[in-house]
């Protein structure tokens, strides 16, 4: 029994021990270290870092994307109907043709023998009026001997007459007379009638020829357009024909991409779009649906490289806002898309791509100027809701600032009336409960720095 109670009496005090042991090793683990704060370094609690407010004047860059399309995709469409009897290797989807090039050709047989029929036609309404001139030319000459023989007759009749009178000739002889002189005025008459109708056949007959003349003009030019050919320098994008199927007149045979240039389908949302037409150029301001002339940069990515192109930003695609994005949409040209440059400048990149290709999709870096006072201001200084801190003449002002956009190189904002200017200084450091008016020392960055690295051990 007395045991039993010394082995007891002796676990107590273990776990008294214990207890205790325990107690004081996590109160001195749970005393925390002191931390050096920059206060301590400084000489007054109110030191504020500050860096000048900077007026920006390079314009607002800013990125979206797109997808390059086709600047021009021609349809190649056959004018006339026929067989189809040569097709061109060319002829084929991806291959390149040059303007002018024969792409196919249709059996010419049938409009070769129009041609050679209104040929023929032509031919014979020319004799015609070589026939007709030469009938108005003998009927003149029958006209001028009429006329000089009803010369004749009317002075045999004048001298009948004077004889009557002298009872020297009968009335029959003056009967007579006049007899032979009205059918010399008649033959006359008659001469002068046929030469007016050879006049009127000769301007129908010439009539005849002009409309066979323009008939035959229509049948040669249906003969050269037997030969389907490109209308430009190109990449054929497809085709629909081979030899010897039967092609209808406005059928499209293939059709031509244009290389030479290419547009980039883009959107904008609208704060974007007032920089635009806020942007100034040497071409005019921005008027309506059509911009300033604005120049981008276009970036594409090919194994790890980055190439870029140059295009302009001038035109709106459409002219509304998309409903499903309640963006912009916009075209960007690129008036030369084999001028390709890798974006890092290293010319020593010599296996650069060819060409810019439709289909691809890229990132636009817009840069507009627009027309505006703005000022910029490191990220950091920017507190919610729009407001910044300023610490001119040592104390401190706070400001709601309208925000432009945020560029690599810091916040943008509009310079307005009530916002700070470029000789004012924003605080960039934490502020802890601020009141506007507090005075403040101020302080740049790299001072504190130096401070910091002078108190170091």
Known sequence: ?????????????????????TFVVVSKLSV????????????????????????????????????????????????????????????????SVRKGE????????????????????????KIDIKENQVQL?????????????????????????????SNTSTLADLDSSLSVLLNAKDTVQKLESQCRIYDTQKDKLEVILRKEM?????????????????????????????????????????????????EIQCSLYMKQIQWIWLSRSKAGRSDGYVFAPTNVTILYEIDGVKWIWDGILQTLDGGGVDVLTRMIPCRVKVN??????????????????????????????VHSKPDVELYRIPEKALLPGNRIWTATNGKLQKHEIRVATTMPEGVLFYAESKSPSSNDLVVVSPLANPIEGTDVNITTPKTITNMLLSKKP
């Not at 004047?57 to 067989?83: A, C, L, Y």
């Not at 084999?338 to 060819?354: C, E, L, N, Q």
């Open 1 to 21: 029994m007395k045991k039993t109670l010394l082995t007891t009496i002796r676990k107590f005090f273990v776990s008294l021990l214990l207890i205790f042991f």
């Open 32 to 95: 925390p270290k002191p931390i050096p704060r920059v206060t301590d370094y400084v000489s007054s609690v109110n030191t504020v870092e500050v860096v000048p407010i900077e007026r920006h004047e390079s314009g607002i860059d800013f990125v979206i994307d797109g997808e390059v399309v086709p600047f021009r995709v021609t349809d190649v469409v056959s004018e006339i109907q026929g067989r189809v009897t040569y097709k061109s290797d060319n002829c084929r989807m991806g291959c």
């Open 102 to 125: 024969v792409l196919l050709k249709v059996d010419p047989v049938d409009y070769q023998l129009e041609v050679d029929q209104l040929t023929e036609t032509i031919n014979q309404a």
């Open 137 to 165: 030319e003998n009927t003149k000459q029958d006209l001028e001997l009429a006329k000089e023989q009803l010369a004749v007759k009317q002075r045999d009749h004048a001298r009948t007459e004077s004889l009557v009178k």
């Open 214 to 262: 323009i008939s035959l003009r229509t049948a040669e030019l249906n003969l050269e357009r037997t030969s389907i050919k490109s209308p430009i320098d190109g990449v054929v994008t497809s085709d629909s024909f081979e030899l010897n199927t039967f092609i209808q007149r406005g059928t499209g045979v293939a059709k031509v991409l244009d290389p030479n240039q290419f």
């Open 336 to 365: 030369n898309p084999k001028s390709v440059r890798p974006a890092d400048g290293d010319d020593s990149i010599t296996k650069k791509p060819p060409t810019m290709f439709f289909g691809m999709y890229v990132s636009i870096i």
